[in-house]
């Protein structure tokens, strides 16, 4: 089968993650192209990736180099008009969370995705890859849980990552802590219970961090949730994790409970020392989701071999940033906001 040859923008923190699992672990896929405003990023894909083509500009990238799909994992304010060029260039799409940071803009990139039904357009909610995820939602479906009642998730960021983060928010639109980090715990909500949100109440808080009030950004946020079954779902995402990457998400149902990451373990070690007894935690997001990150770029390579979309799509883009907007509008007015359909 012809391997499929990629492009990606976007090589910090996210898109290199990407760019390693294609050259060093997906034989179906070449990685040809890369572009970055960075030139040490550009320099390195080059050296230690072996990529050949390198560029500054994304449109130049399209314009020149041969490829069949990009990898979109450029700062989120970009993705919507970076769909758009990729697809109209006639290439298949993976795109990082968020679609978008305004609904306005995701419309208009929905609208072009749906001229080119026979493009494969892929939305990285990775967390959908993870073995764990998987095995729950498994039980889930197999109603081993009975009837939902409430969805409990923490999404809690490194404190250790708050340099990084800030350096990322300034440089560029996050979308504030619901659409960058809570979006993943709004996706599995909708995942798992396989219904939309019908309104939210939201609040939050800078303790540790003040200094995001000049972002307009949340350290710590919580967001309350009511599904269209009248389903609950409580949030949590925050920024200041003081022992690493905390990922946790409960499931309440008629007949049991499921745990998914009770504790964010590194590993099966544990240190037994003057502390006491210590379990070592992960501490990066590509460190928890390192095999979900290739799971769903190997799905997305496979799919556009096989001529078949894969499962995340536009519409869980736009529906996710709609409920990510709409906490981050809740903690503004201080008023529940209802979510029109
Ligand atoms: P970053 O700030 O580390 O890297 C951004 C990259 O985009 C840099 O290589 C920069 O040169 C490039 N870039 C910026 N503007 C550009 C332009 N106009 N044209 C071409 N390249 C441009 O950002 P990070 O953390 O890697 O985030 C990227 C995306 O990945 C974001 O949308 C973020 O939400 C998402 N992300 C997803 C995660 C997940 O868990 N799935 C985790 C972290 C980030």
Redesign the pocket.
């Known amino acids: 089968m012809k391997k499929i040859n990629v492009g990606i923008?976007?090589?910090?923190?996210?898109?290199?993650t990407h760019a390693e699992n294609i050259v060093e672990r997906i034989p179906e896929a070449v990685l040809v192209a890369v572009?970055?405003?960075?030139d040490e990023?550009l320099q390195m894909a080059k050296t230690k990736l072996g990529v050949e083509k390198a560029?500054?500009?994304?449109e130049n990238m399209l314009l020149d180099a041969e490829i069949d799909a990009v990898v979109i994992?450029?700062?989120?304010g970009?993705?919507g008009e970076?769909i758009r060029l990729a697809m109209k260039k006639g290439l298949h799409v993976f795109c990082?969370?968020?679609i978008g940071v305004e609904v306005e803009d995701i419309e208009r990139t929905i609208e072009v995705v749906e001229g080119y039904p026979k493009q494969i357009f892929h939305l990285?909610?990775?967390r959908r890859y993870d073995k764990s995820y998987q095995y729950a939602k498994q039980k889930v479906d197999n109603g081993e849980i009975g009837d939902l009642t409430l969805i409990r998730c923490y999404g809690i960021d490194p404190a250790s990552e708050l340099g990084?983060f800030v350096?990322?928010a300034t440089?560029?639109k996050?979308?504030g802590l619901f659409a960058?980090m809570a979006i993943?715990d709004i996706d599995l909500v909708r995942w798992f219970s396989g219904k939309e949100v019908k309104r939210v109440w939201a609040i939050g808080k800078n303790t540790a961090y003040p200094e995001l009030d000049d972002l307009g950004d949340l350290e710590t946020g919580a967001s309350m949730m009511q599904l269209e079954d009248n389903t609950m779902a409580l949030l949590v995402a925050g920024r200041n994790a003081t022992h690493g990457y905390h990922v946790e998400t409960e499931l309440i149902g008629t007949k049991g409970m499921l745990r998914i990451a009770q504790e964010p373990e590194k590993n099966h070690v544990s240190i037994f020392n003057n502390q006491g007894v210590v379990r070592p935690t992960s501490q990066h997001?590509?460190e928890r989701?390192k095999e979900a990150?290739f799971r769903e770029m190997k799905e997305f390579i496979l799919c556009i071999q096989d001529g078949k979309q894969p499962g995340v799509t536009v519409y869980d883009g736009l529906e996710s940033t709609v409920i990510a907007n709409a906490c981050q509008e809740s903690v503004d007015t201080g008023k529940m906001v209802e979510i029109s359909k």
Do not use: I, W
């Open positions: 923008v976007g090589l910090g923190r996210m898109g290199l572009c970055s405003f960075v990023e560029y500054t500009s994304f994992a450029s700062p989120s970009l993705h970076h990082e969370k968020p990285g909610f990775m990084n350096q990322f440089n560029s996050s979308g960058d993943h997001f590509s989701f990150f």
